[in-house]
């Protein structure tokens, strides 16, 4: 068989290198790729936005699935064009995919399907999401608990999480009016601010059946102790034993189904993979929001630990044939990926710095180091992103699978390089 892996970052790499391992695959291309994804597979030069150049190099290269990375293809209906042109491909369509192109469809979807969630407002205008915050918040300005999204497609930055007033009103000038995260801000979701816990179930689902991956958990503020900005992801792990097995059941019972099934009575049926981001509150899990495709980097830890044929799973999920699955075989030790970014992410940062230590980090034992932001420059392999390697390890436990991943980091250096030290810590330190 021969696959389509469209994207150019960590997830990507992790996709295109669990594709080739199966027995069934004989070539797999990755557009556009990156420096890792032409060791494991052939890059092509097509950008992941240009939907037409892809639909033909499939039909033309005669694919015989698609898997696509990234949210923006997904949102901008590149499924709907292959299927279109009867390329089989796994995600789901434009309409499916307004679960993330859309905070405000999410929400409301969530309340139509009862799942629980935070309290949340949609406002079409600036002035508007001012004057509730005032009226709401009139006697307590400097405990306003409340988090500013913007509603679009924001490269999981959008979101501006306050305590005061004053904090919301910089939020929405910050999102509605300066537009910082584009077109994204031109709607605003305000909702109240959960406590708790973050952790990440994935499903993939091909509209009647589910199944489950093990639950992960990322890290997606930039420093250590969650400090600082929001960034696409700085580390995860997996599982989680922050959400034990009867959590799971809940949480597929409670949040998953009753999505699934509100999609399909509202005409948007669901297929691919649904990653729910939740909120583990004193009161019970509450999604915070959907994505549409595989996190980045919890794909890397998850694949680490799949010993089943990931080829099988997505073709079912295509062909609505998950309910003839086997059970999923996963590898019984802990994952890690410790995300290595460029100096200034998630701000600006030079590209072009040559990276050294690749094949040491590589030779060290149940590691595998995927890479985001890379191209080739000649001979050597230079950064090309903010987030630019994803160093991901296997250990019997996770103590020991962060202890491999961060002695394969010691090997790679480039000038600004750094990475978070906790990855991980929250589950240590968590006692269960």
């Known amino acids: 068989m021969k696959l389509l892996v469209i994207g150019s970052g960590g997830r990507e790499h992790a996709l295109v290198w669990k594709l080739a391992a199966s027995n069934r695959v004989d070539r797999v291309f990755c557009a556009p790729g990156n420096a890792g994804t032409e060791q494991d597979g052939e890059n092509v030069d097509i950008s992941a936005s240009d939907i037409p150049a892809l639909v033909e190099f499939a039909r033309q290269n005669a694919v015989d699935l698609a898997v696509v990375g990234p949210e923006q293809p997904l949102c901008d209906g590149i499924v709907d064009a292959m299927a279109d042109s009867g390329i089989r491909v796994f995600g789901p369509n434009r309409e499916a995919a307004q679960l993330e192109?859309?905070?405000?469809?999410?929400?409301?979807?969530?309340?139509?399907?009862?799942?629980?969630?935070?309290?949340?407002?949609?406002?079409?205008?600036?002035?508007?999401?001012?004057?509730?915050?005032?009226?709401?918040?009139?006697?307590?300005?400097?405990?306003?608990?409340?988090?500013?999204?913007?509603?679009?497609?924001?490269?999981?930055?959008?979101?501006?999480?306050?305590?005061?007033?004053?904090?919301?009103?910089?939020?929405?000038?910050?999102v509605a009016r300066q537009k910082s995260f584009g077109v994204a801000g031109n709607r605003l979701v305000i909702e109240e601010r959960l406590q708790g816990i973050e952790a990440s179930v994935l499903a993939i689902?091909?509209?009647?059946?589910?199944?489950?991956?093990?639950?992960?958990q990322d890290h997606k503020a930039a420093f250590d102790g969650d400090q600082g900005p929001n960034t696409g992801g700085m580390g995860a792990y997996c599982p989680t034993p922050l959400v034990d097995e009867k959590t799971l059941h809940w949480i597929e019972e409670h949040v998953l189904v009753p999505t699934i099934h509100t999609m399909k009575r509202n005409r948007h049926p669901f297929r691919g993979v649904l990653y729910a981001g939740l909120m583990l509150t004193p009161q019970g899990s509450k999604v915070l929001e959907y994505n549409v495709?595989?996190?980045?980097?919890?794909?890397?830890?998850?694949?680490?630990?799949?010993?089943?044929?990931?080829l099988e799973l997505l073709m079912a999920s295509v062909d609505g044939t998950l309910d003839r699955l086997p059970a999923l075989d996963w590898d019984p030790r802990s994952a890690i990926c410790v995300v290595m970014a460029a100096e200034g992410y998630p701000g600006s940062y030079e590209k072009g710095q040559p990276i050294r230590g690749l094949a040491e980090a590589a030779a060290v034992e149940d590691v595998k180091v995927f890479h985001a932001g890379t191209r080739r420059k000649g001979d050597a392999v230079v950064t090309n992103g903010g987030r630019v390697l994803g160093v991901t390890a296997l250990g019997e436990s996770l103590a020991n699978a962060k202890l491999q991943a961060y002695r394969a980091i010691k090997c790679i250096r480039w000038d600004g390089a750094w990475c978070r030290k906790d990855i991980g810590d929250k589950a240590m330190s968590a006692n269960v």
Request: glycine share 4%.
């Open 205 to 216: 689902t091909d509209g009647r059946t589910i199944v489950t991956l093990p639950p992960a």
């Open 293 to 310: 495709r595989f996190g980045d980097p919890e794909c890397q830890p998850l694949l680490m630990r799949l010993n089943s044929d990931w």
């Open 101 to 174: 192109a859309s905070k405000a469809f999410c929400k409301r979807i969530l309340r139509s399907a009862n799942v629980p969630t935070a309290d949340f407002q949609v406002f079409d205008n600036p002035l508007a999401a001012e004057r509730w915050v005032t009226e709401r918040y009139e006697e307590t300005p400097e405990d306003v608990p409340l988090v500013v999204k913007a509603d679009g497609l924001a490269a999981g930055k959008g979101v501006i999480v306050c305590s005061t007033r004053d904090e919301v009103f910089e939020a929405i000038d910050h």
